[in-house]
């Protein structure tokens, strides 16, 4: 009949609850699964160790960066454990490196960590056994995008030796812009920074960087472009200048592709604000590559994950 159960579920709410007959049965199922975990684990050890686990620690959002580096296990054939920041005892005022420890002690052999303090990262590089993966660290770095938006350049140029390629909007506030310029400079690119005064810096960057305020003026010269979104939840104070006036100086729009080259081509690290830094005719029109930069990241993912586990021929 409808709304009945052919048998009781069992629930344990207090111990209280059960007899000292059943605590004891309990306690030996668990020694049981403990020597059965042990003897799969010495087994596992003999064929090549044990089935390697990775981490994520996430304590800002994040779609591509977590999404792909789970993907990138999956390919691996290596068990990821997640831990949404949202729903951890992070809320309980547990610090991210007890947090991390826990992971390890989970085995994880890798953790991969968001979070909006760079010291936070560098603290956990430091003290944990497991291989950290910096996902995206305050504004000073997100290395596996770098690499992810320089494979994708490489892919579509061959090379990038003296290609001059422009990262446009809120690069003040942007790790990604930091770890581009690393990047595609490393590979004999040129970079200009380009956007209003108040989002960019002339300090800090590697050589072979330069600043603009004119997009209208670079675009001919560019064989690529990265575009960022402002960040707001990194602005303190307000963005300094109206959001029109951005949108009419710096959006990448149809009308500004007139100007470039016929290899110039579009990247975003996403998330995207259609109609502010970029319109909807940029973002799915024949230059960008930015559904490119979302499948790259999961192989870039697979080459960082492979060497922190040190997994070499694992697949
Ligand atoms: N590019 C990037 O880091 O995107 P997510 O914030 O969605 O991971």
């Excluded at 596992?44 to 591509?64: I, N, Q, W």
């Excluded at 029109?285 to 922190?308: F, H, T």
Aim: charged share 25%.
């Amino acid at each position: 009949m409808l709304g009945t159960k052919d048998t009781s579920p069992w629930n344990l709410i207090e111990l209280s609850s059960l007899s000292a007959v059943e605590i004891k049965d309990l306690l030996d199922r668990a020694a049981q699964f403990r020597k059965g975990l042990a003897a799969e684990s010495a087994n596992s050890r003999e064929m090549g160790g044990p089935r390697p686990r990775v981490a994520l620690l996430f304590s800002e959002p994040s779609t591509r960066t977590s999404l792909s580096f789970r993907v990138a296990c999956q390919e691996l054939g290596v068990d990821v454990v997640e831990l949404p920041a949202d729903r951890s005892s992070l809320l309980k005022g547990e610090s991210m490196l007890d947090t991390a420890q826990v992971l390890e002690a989970l085995g994880a052999g890798a953790i991969v960590v968001r979070d909006k303090s760079d010291e936070v990262i560098d603290g956990l590089a430091e003290h944990c056994r497991a291989g950290v993966l910096n996902a995206g660290g305050g504004t000073k770095a997100h290395p596996s995008q770098g690499l992810l938006d320089a494979r994708v350049l490489l892919d579509h140029f061959e090379n990038l030796e003296g290609r001059r390629i422009g990262i446009l909007g809120d690069v003040v506030h942007s790790r990604v812009a930091r770890s581009d310029a690393v990047a595609f400079t490393a590979l004999g690119a040129e970079v200009v920074l380009i956007g209003p005064p108040e989002f960019l810096s002339e300090t800090g960057w590697p050589k072979g960087v330069s600043v603009s305020t004119d997009l209208d003026a670079e675009l001919p010269r560019l064989d690529a472009i990265q575009v960022l979104r402002i960040q707001h939840e990194r602005i303190e104070g307000g963005m300094g200048l109206p959001l029109s006036d951005y949108i009419s100086e710096y959006q990448l729009d149809e009308k500004r592709l007139e100007s470039v080259n016929s290899e110039f081509c579009v990247l975003h690290p996403g998330p995207m604000n259609r109609g502010v830094e970029i319109s909807s005719g940029v973002a799915d029109g024949p230059r960008s590559q930015i559904l490119d930069q979302v499948s790259a990241g999961v192989y870039v993912r697979m080459a960082l994950v492979e060497k922190s586990l040190g997994l070499k021929g694992l697949k």
